[in-house]
């Protein structure tokens, strides 16, 4: 199972950039996807997660109606669309798969900053 994060880069505060997460190796519409992030010097953090079908989706409270997941079961494809960014939004954003196993992609880096 492979899973490719890509999309971030350096934003300024308020802006917005769109993750992706190409999975490869598996089913994804067998499985609940999800993003997760890890700033420098604090532990690994949940950001959202989708269900199988696109139909339920969950995130922290920290980016809930900024951050919206999505994804193209078709395309083997996870989004994030991240909007509103601050500064505290900058971290290593990791896409991953969480059930029925637990796979975790390499991460892309986004940095919020004027």
């Known amino acids: 199972v492979q899973l490719q994060a890509s999309g971030g880069g350096l934003v300024q505060p308020g802006g917005s950039l769109r993750l992706s997460c190409a999975a490869s190796g598996l089913a994804l519409s067998n499985n609940i996807m999800g993003w997760f992030r890890q700033a420098p010097g604090k532990e690994r953090e949940f950001v959202a997660t989708i269900d199988r079908s696109g139909a339920t989706t969950v995130y922290a409270d920290s980016v809930k109606d900024r951050f919206t997941i999505s994804r193209d079961n078709a395309r083997t494809t996870v989004f994030l669309q991240m909007g509103s960014l601050t500064p505290d939004d900058t971290a290593v954003y990791y896409c991953?798969?969480?059930?029925?196993?637990?796979?975790w992609g390499q991460g892309t880096q986004v940095t919020v900053s004027s």
């Open positions: 991953a798969v969480t059930s029925p196993r637990n796979y």
